[in-house]
């Protein structure tokens, strides 16, 4: 079995900074993608930024702004978070697609981000 666990959501200002984390543990001998998406209030689900080896790729409301980046030995994914925006606010959920043993595809349990002054 494959868990997710997220942290680092919370309040802050217009302007401010956070980091998501999502540690990835059990059983998993290969990463494919580790992607970040977000659902805000009354909309549905997006992708806002993923992470293929090297490549990464970003929602176009987010480019400039946040950051994805993993750790492999810790297959750990973030994403770090400049210049939050109220629109920004929403749940940010973490995803990942195991590729070996089987492929499968996980997702944390989300993780509140509010950007409120």
């Known amino acids: 079995q494959v868990k997710l666990v997220e942290s680092g959501g919370g309040l802050v200002q217009p302007g401010g900074s956070l980091r998501l984390s999502c540690a990835a543990s059990?059983?998993?001998?290969?990463?494919?993608?580790m992607a970040w998406y977000r659902q805000g209030p009354g909309k549905e689900r997006e992708l806002v930024a993923g992470?293929?080896?090297?490549?990464?790729n970003y929602a176009d409301s987010v480019k400039g702004r946040f950051f994805i980046s993993r750790d492999r030995a810790r297959k750990t994914v973030y994403l770090q978070m400049n210049n939050l925006k109220p629109e920004d606010t929403a749940v940010y959920y973490c995803n990942v697609v195991v590729i070996a043993p089987m492929r499968s595809d996980y997702w944390g349990q989300g993780t509140q981000v509010t950007v409120s002054s």
């Open positions: 992470i293929t080896g090297d490549i990464t």
């Open positions: 059990g059983n998993i001998f290969s990463i494919g993608i």
